[in-house]
T-cell receptor, first 114, second 110 residues
Framework: DAGVIQSPRHEVTEMGQEVTLRCKPI?????LFWYRQTMMRGLELLIY????????DSGMPEDRFSAKMPNASFSTLKIQPSEPRDSAVYFC????????????FGDGTRLSIL | QQPVQSPQAVILREGEDAVINCSSS?????VHWYRQKHGEAPVFLMI?????EQKGHDKISASFNEKKQQSSLYLTASQLSYSGTYFC???????????FGTGTSLTVIP
């Protein structure tokens, strides 16, 4: 079975540009999570969806960040405009339910904002 | 709100045992454990759903003390493949809030 698929794997762009990260969860999973990982702050939950509906976006750092899940098989995380401090590895994870179920992570997107 | 893990880092020789602790200031509903190798994504190890529950996975097991709001991960007879960063993940409150711990770097040497 295919795991969680993220694209792109690497993204390098200049500050001020729009960045869009993409995620395809595991088929049949109804919860999707976006995380950001940095050395300073560790693994932070940005937002999670249950049945395509955003449930908790309290971790989204600023209005420059937005996330959508238009259907059960696709989600995007957008940063506009991007800043150097947004540089991090962004992970997407999915699970069969939002609680008490293992989260399966994608390989991540390594984002560098110059 | 982020759970605190201890120790921050540990170095073991093959065959030695280790314990990693995860403590929360808030009531916990469940605890997840994940391992992340350098440059890779976190990989699920186990979930503990009840207070006092212990689960095992090969030579890796864990306990969950609901009253103390703590969980511990036990690695016995460590192998080189156990090296990585271990994270606890905790569900708190009624709002499905999920937080990963501060992480513990574990290195097993021959």
């Amino acid at each position: 079975d295919a795991g969680v698929i993220q694209s792109p794997r690497h993204e390098v762009t200049e500050m001020g540009q729009e960045v869009t990260l993409r995620c395809k969860p595991i088929s049949g999973h109804n919860s999707l999570f976006w995380y950001r990982q940095t050395m300073m702050r560790g693994l932070e939950l940005l937002i999670y969806f249950n049945n395509n509906v955003p449930i908790d976006d309290s971790g989204m750092p600023e209005d420059r960040f937005s996330a959508k899940m238009p259907n059960a098989s696709f989600s995007t995380l957008k940063i506009q405009p991007s800043e150097p401090r947004d540089s991090a590895v962004y992970f997407c994870a999915s699970s069969q339910d939002s609680r008490n179920q293992p989260q399966h992570f994608g390989d991540g997107t390594r984002l560098s904002i110059l | 709100q982020q759970p605190v893990q201890s120790p921050q880092a540990v170095i073991l020789r093959e065959g030695e045992d280790a314990v990693i602790n995860c403590s929360s200031s808030k009531a916990l509903y469940s605890v997840h454990w994940y391992r992340q190798k350098h440059g890779e994504a976190p990989v699920f190890l186990m979930i503990l759903l009840k207070g006092g529950e212990q689960k095992g996975h090969d030579k890796i097991s864990a306990s969950f003390n609901e009253k103390k709001q703590q969980s511990s991960l036990y690695l016995t007879a460590s192998q080189l493949s156990y090296s990585g960063t271990y994270f606890c993940g905790t569900e708190m409150g009624t709002g499905n809030q999920f937080y990963f711990g501060t992480g513990t770097s574990l290195t097993v040497i021959p």
